[in-house]
Nanobody, 120 residues
Framework: QVQVVESGGGLVQPGGSLTLSCAASGSILRMVAMGWYRQAPGKERELVAKVNAGGGIEYADPVKGRFSISRLNAKNTVDLQMNSLKPEDTAVYYC??????????????WGQGTQVTVSS
């Protein structure tokens, strides 16, 4: 089993900043990628940012230049630094972790989500 836990959500004013943290733990042989997704009310879950073990990083167009995801590390944690927040960034943010629990045993685990609300 692989557990994923997010933290750092909350209420912030437009233009403000917030950092989300994610930690994966359990039977992890090798982490392949970790990422952040979000789901706003009435909308589908969408990718925000993703980083892979090779250092490759992908950002969704709406957050480019404002959000920054950290690189993978040996502790299997990843942060999402969010700057210049807008009301449309309001959503539940989920962390995902992909990797291998053993040889040929792939996993894709999700956290419970953390609420981010951008409002004055």
């Amino acid at each position: 089993q692989v557990q994923v836990v997010e933290s750092g959500g909350g209420l912030v004013q437009p233009g403000g900043s917030l950092t989300l943290s994610c930690a994966a733990s359990g039977s992890i042989l090798r982490m392949v990628a970790m990422g952040w997704y979000r789901q706003a009310p009435g909308k589908e879950r969408e990718l925000v940012a993703k980083v892979n073990a090779g250092g490759g990083i992908e950002y969704a167009d709406p957050v480019k230049g404002r959000f920054s995801i950290s690189r993978l590390n040996a502790k299997n944690t990843v942060d999402l630094q969010m700057n210049s927040l807008k009301p449309e960034d309001t959503a539940v943010y989920y962390c995902s972790a992909e990797g291998y629990r053993g040889v040929g045993l792939r996993f894709n685990s999700w956290g419970q989500g953390t609420q981010v609300t951008v409002s004055s």
